[in-house]
């Protein structure tokens, strides 16, 4: 059973920092690349940022370019967001998902790319 858990979701106000992690389980977790997306009410899923399946490379939308930071442990089989100077526009949940290396990495901005995906943390941002 593959799981991908994400946590570290809240309340927080304009300005804030957070981080967001997600543990996978029961898959070879340097066999995957790994992307995080973000989906609010009555929206499509967008693309935020991907990390290679090794680290070596990182992919950020231009929308937050800048205020993100992607990185994984795979000893810890973990993936991070670490996000600063949070805008009320970054509400939503947020998701991360796991795509099978042998994939092109210059896809992995569709979210038809991943085969799993976790449940999601939502991220309120307050004026």
């Known amino acids: 059973q593959v799981q991908l858990v994400e946590s570290g979701g809240g309340l927080v106000q304009a300005g804030d920092s957070l981080r967001l992690s997600c543990a996978a389980s029961?898959?070879?977790?340097?066999?995957?690349?790994m992307g995080w997306f973000r989906q609010a009410p009555g929206k499509e899923r967008e693309f935020i940022a991907a990390i290679s399946w090794s680290g070596s490379s990182t992919f950020y939308a231009d929308s937050v370019k800048g205020r993100l930071t992607i990185s994984r442990d795979n000893a810890k089989k973990t993936v991070s967001l670490q996000m600063g100077s949070l805008k009320p526009e970054d509400t939503s949940v947020y998701y991360c998902?796991?795509?099978?290396?042998?994939?092109?990495?210059?896809?992995?901005?569709?979210?038809?790319?991943?085969?799993?995906w976790g449940q999601g943390t939502q991220v309120t941002v307050s004026s």
């Open positions: 998902a796991a795509a099978h290396r042998s994939l092109f990495t210059g896809t992995l901005l569709h979210p038809r790319q991943y085969g799993y």
């Open positions: 029961g898959l070879t977790f340097s066999s995957y690349h």
